[in-house]
């Protein structure tokens, strides 16, 4: 296990104690995080203590989501998070946000109410360099609460307070590193790379030779601290790099 840095921990027990009382003041407080979607670590206080232990609570406090492996799987709220950077809510049933987003709703929510007791929800996505996905969930289990109210007068507030706590988590964390520099001609071969093209129809298409070519790419791997072309093309577009939008 990483250490992390005590003083940035220290900020975001602060960060988190203001999330937590943003949720008091509007109506919805319970309230679940996650620093990594991906990941099975929970977020850590600087005691070493999950922050969903000592900050937040949560509905049903037998419900100890940050220890489940599977809940990301299960959890509609986290697969909506994927689909939308944007804050949205659940009320009625379903999921929506300020504007139309089909992908949106389409999810089927109907197992939030019944499985985890949430009645209303305003989830708040955190996208952070490295291609990793944050959130925070505010919630409540009483039915007369406008959640779309809520939302509409709120969201952007709320939204800024969880990407400040997961970014200083995010900055906070050991691993965390500044991005690589990667030359003109590593970036030119990853991109190349990325679409399809073999080392030797790269080496053409830039009119260098096939060990150039791998040359390049070894070394932006390198950079990256990834093995190989796969993983270097795949990290270079998480970067930001190489675009990943096909």
């Known amino acids: 296990m990483t250490r992390e840095p005590q003083a940035g921990l220290d900020h975001v027990a602060t960060l988190a104690r203001e999330v937590a009382a943003l949720g008091e003041a509007i109506g919805l407080p319970y309230v679940a995080v996650s620093h990594d979607i991906a990941g099975a670590r929970p977020m850590l206080g600087p005691d070493g203590r999950p922050l969903a232990e000592t900050v937040f609570r949560w509905i049903d406090p037998s419900l100890k989501y940050w220890a489940d492996r599977t809940f990301a799987l299960r959890a509609s709220f986290i697969h909506a998070a994927r689909c939308c950077a944007e804050p949205f809510w659940f009320a009625e049933g379903r999921f929506g946000?300020?504007?139309?987003?089909?992908?949106?709703?389409?999810?089927?929510?109907?197992?939030?109410s019944e499985v985890f007791?949430?009645?209303?929800?305003?989830?708040?996505?955190?996208?952070?360099?490295?291609?990793?996905?944050?959130?925070?969930?505010?919630?409540?289990?009483?039915?007369?609460?406008?959640?779309?109210?809520?939302?509409?007068?709120?969201?952007?507030?709320?939204?800024?307070?969880?990407?400040?706590?997961?970014?200083?988590?995010?900055?906070?964390?050991?691993?965390?590193?500044?991005?690589?520099?990667?030359?003109?001609?590593?970036?030119?071969?990853?991109?190349?790379?990325?679409?399809?093209?073999?080392?030797?129809?790269?080496?053409?298409?830039?009119?260098?030779?096939?060990?150039?070519?791998?040359?390049?790419?070894?070394?932006?791997?390198?950079?990256?601290?990834?093995?190989?072309?796969?993983?270097?093309?795949?990290?270079?577009?998480?970067?930001?790099?190489?675009?990943?939008?096909?």
């Open 97 to 112: 946000a300020w504007r139309p987003m089909p992908v949106l709703e389409a999810i089927d929510a109907g197992p939030v």
């Open 117 to 246: 007791g949430v009645t209303g929800a305003i989830m708040a996505p955190a996208y952070l360099p490295g291609g990793v996905i944050g959130a925070v969930c505010w919630a409540t289990n009483d039915p007369a609460v406008d959640v779309r109210g809520v939302y509409s007068a709120r969201a952007a507030e709320m939204h800024a307070a969880a990407l400040r706590m997961m970014g200083a988590y995010h900055d906070a964390l050991a691993a965390a590193r500044p991005a690589p520099r990667l030359t003109r001609r590593e970036i030119q071969c990853l991109k190349w790379a990325a679409a399809g093209k073999t080392d030797s129809e790269v080496a053409q298409i830039m009119g260098i030779s096939l060990p150039t070519v791998r040359f390049h790419i070894r070394n932006a791997a390198e950079k990256m601290q990834v093995n190989g072309r796969a993983q270097a093309t795949h990290r270079a577009a998480v970067l930001g790099y190489v675009s990943g939008g096909g």
